[in-house]
């Protein structure tokens, strides 16, 4: 058996009429699409229903499977205490998948907390589900800050474990899509709010999940999103499955924006095994930046790849530019993977004798001694995106109107604590926030005064 339909739902609490008390009204088509998921589901006769949300519990490199034998949960944070839940987990499958990820050392299984409470994100599809069929197991699953590809391959696991299981199993995956579709919304106006649900919501409606993965880390950020890894996990639970998709419904009536779709497999269909061609077309992508960058990004790289594979610190490679060898300058090293920050570290005044072993030094920190990371494995390599900052000398400014966002770095400190930003960072629009972000990495508490710097960079690629 396997994966008998998957379904793509939102989550609003309000969606409840014990909870809106009549605000539901205003989405009314939501509802009647949510009352006809919940039809189709009851048709399939599910053993379990597998749920991701996007509000279970998360952490930043870690899949976590809700333990135990079940949970209970209620509206009560939403004033609807009388609507209550209490349901059983499918101990069986969710070993399976605990297996599994063990046995392919995926990121994925029961540890961490231990919460029998459930979320709104599970409980709002429960909702309508239950009303339409008595009996059944969950699986709830939440979501993590791995990539893309990441959530996807956990898809494909928990698709291995069901047919190993021979569960009958459906998942639906909870996600409100863009938090800022209107003005008076309770998030507020962005343009990228409207440009996220017209994309997901085609993309989904084609079921061309591949293009799931062409989703800017940044753009799904600016729209404030909540599902699209709930949409990638379910994604890959139909992975090498021909998909019969259907749009039931999207409304953005209250600035949030709410798409209902369902997919049914139909049959083994090889083109759609879209992890292997997305890793192809990245490692095509990325051998052409390889190729192309400059002495400065292939010394980083050179470097990390030797630390990496045989722990050892390179010397400095003859025929280097005199820049690269007798200047002095302080030098970042960022690191990236499927778009995600994966390592940054770096020197704002220089601490060795040239430009070169400032590198050598920061790639091997960047790659291995980033505290919000673990250290590159071997098998993560040929997916680094990397580039390297040189630093100008750091020059005192007398107000937040000397800066550009785009030109120059900051740097803020007090007596004792300093925090730096580099410039032209995706996701920083303005100086503010430039000047907050470098405060919290020094862990300068708002309001307190600082003494501002700026400095240039040349960014190598």
Known sequence: MSIVGTFMVPHPPMIVPEVGKGSEKQIEKTIRAYEQVAEEIAKLKPDTVIISSPHAIMYADYFHISPGKGAKGSFADFRAREVRFDVDYDTNLTDAICDLAYEYTFPAGTEGERSTELDHGTMVPLY?????????????????????????????????AVEKTGTRAVYVASGDLSHKLQSYGPYGFAKEGPQYDERIMDVCERGAFDELFDFDESFC?????CGHRSFVIMAGALDGQSVKSKKLSHEDVTGVGYGIC??????????????????????????????????????????????????????IPDGLGEDMTKRQAGAFVSIHEHGRLRGCIGTILPTTP??????INNAISASTKDPRFDPIEADELMFLEINVDVLGEPEDIDSKEQLDVKRYGVIVSTAFKRGLLLPDLDGVDSVEQQIEIA???????????????????????
Do not use: W
């Not at 339409?132 to 996807?152: N, T, W």
């Not at 950020?221 to 999103?225: C, G, H, P, T, V």
């Not at 630390?307 to 390179?314: A, K, L, M, Q, R």
């Not at 040239?354 to 590198?359: G, Q, S």
């Open 128 to 160: 309508f589900i239950r009303q339409k069929l008595e009996s059944f197991k969950i699986i709830r699953i939440g979501l993590s800050g791995l990539s893309l590809a990441k959530h996807y391959q956990f898809g494909q696991v928990i698709q291995e």
């Open 221 to 225: 950020e600016k729209a404030s999103e």
């Open 262 to 315: 369902t997919f049914y497999p139909d049959g083994p269909d090889p083109e759609r095994r879209f992890l292997d061609k997305y890793m192809n077309r990245v490692k095509e992508e990325l051998k052409i930046k390889k190729d192309s960058s400059d002495e400065y990004v292939k010394l980083a790289r050179k470097t990390i790849e030797t630390y990496i594979t045989s722990g050892e610190i390179i010397d």
């Open 439 to 461: 405060k919290q990495k020094a862990g300068i508490v708002p309001g307190e005064k600082v003494k501002l710097q700026r400095f240039e960079v040349v960014r190598h690629y």
């Open 354 to 359: 040239c430009v070169a072993k400032e590198i």
